[in-house]
């Protein structure tokens, strides 16, 4: 397995295994009525924090591990198939970035004019700040769905390349 293989293995199992839990715990702050508490926003915040110290310690360490394991030249020699595969998995974790988005945005409007997110007055009641960490934790889950979608093109493109 190449250094740039093994580099994207460790995105793919740290990127879902570290926002799996963050984002099973966010679901389940939600289901449990956190968007009425008021330290909903705060303790989203450090669990972000927290998610992200922990994702880039993980990578850190395990790219790390990676280099040392990984002859110099297999580390430094970048092929053809490699520039290639990843410009290719960059442009579909782009399209799907904007498809995304674009959805997320209709959404977000279409429940605006239902007055779906407002205090007292809608059916998911929470407060402004509440409702922008959940805005801020959706558009985040684009970005990472969107870069799950290029690691694993890009390995599928590798693989297939040999």
């Known amino acids: 397995m190449t250094f740039r293989e ?17 984002y099973w715990r966010f679901g389940e702050r ?40 990984t002859a110099k030249a297999e ?5 053809e198939r490699e520039t290639l595969a990843g410009l290719k998995a960059s442009h ?14 209709g959404v977000a409007y279409f429940a605006g004019l239902g007055d779906v997110v407002a ?6 009641v929470t407060t402004n700040a509440n409702a922008m960490v959940v805005i801020a934790n959706i558009l985040l889950l684009a970005i990472i769905a969107s870069e799950m979608i290029r690691f694993v093109f890009t390995v599928v493109l590798l693989k297939r390349g040999r």
């Open 119 to 124: 205090p007292g007055a809608g059916r998911a």
């Open 6 to 22: 093994k580099h994207l293995w460790i995105s793919i199992v740290s990127t879902v295994v570290i926002w799996g839990v963050y």
């Open 92 to 105: 579909v974790s782009l399209m799907a970035l904007i498809a995304l988005i674009i959805t997320l945005s």
């Open 75 to 79: 580390r430094e020699a970048r092929d």
């Open 30 to 69: 939600v289901l449990e009525g956190g968007l009425r508490e008021a330290s909903f926003a705060w303790d989203m915040g450090l669990m972000f924090a927290g998610a992200t110290a922990v994702v880039v310690v993980i990578e850190l360490v395990l790219t790390l591990i990676a280099h040392l394991t």
